[in-house]
Nanobody
């Protein structure tokens, strides 16, 4: 069991940057694959990024490759999403998620979810 709380969302202009944080409470944070998803109004929840348990392996959705970076600090029970070169198309609610698997990309492979944080990118 793990509880997740996202923070760091807000309003940013096109081309700007934001860094999201997800703080976890509960035992065994380092045993979870951590991921970020996003969901825009009227759209399906979309995979953004995932990190293996040690942080040594990272994976990204095609739409964010080269712009976003996922990282984690297991000593702080926190996972981050650094977002650069933001586009209006990145506007969405961003969710942190945890998986008990070895590697995970799909929504149903993540077992725990945060409440989400809004990211809005203006033109």
């Amino acid at each position: 069991q793990v509880q997740l709380v996202e923070s760091g969302g807000g309003l940013v202009q096109r081309g700007g940057s934001l860094k999201l944080s997800c703080a976890a409470s509960g035992r065994s944070f380092s045993s979870y694959v951590m991921g970020w998803f996003r969901q825009a109004p009227g759209e399906e929840r979309e995979f953004v990024a995932a990190s293996t348990r040690s942080g040594s392996g990272t994976y990204y959705g095609d739409s964010v490759k080269g712009r976003f970076t996922i990282s984690r600090d297991n000593s702080k029970n926190t996972v981050y999403l650094q977002m650069n070169s933001l586009k209006p198309e990145d506007t969405a609610v961003y969710y942190c998620a945890a998986s008990r698997g070895v590697v995970a990309f799909r929504r149903d492979e993540f077992h725990y979810w945060g409440q989400g944080t809004q990211v809005t990118v203006s033109s």
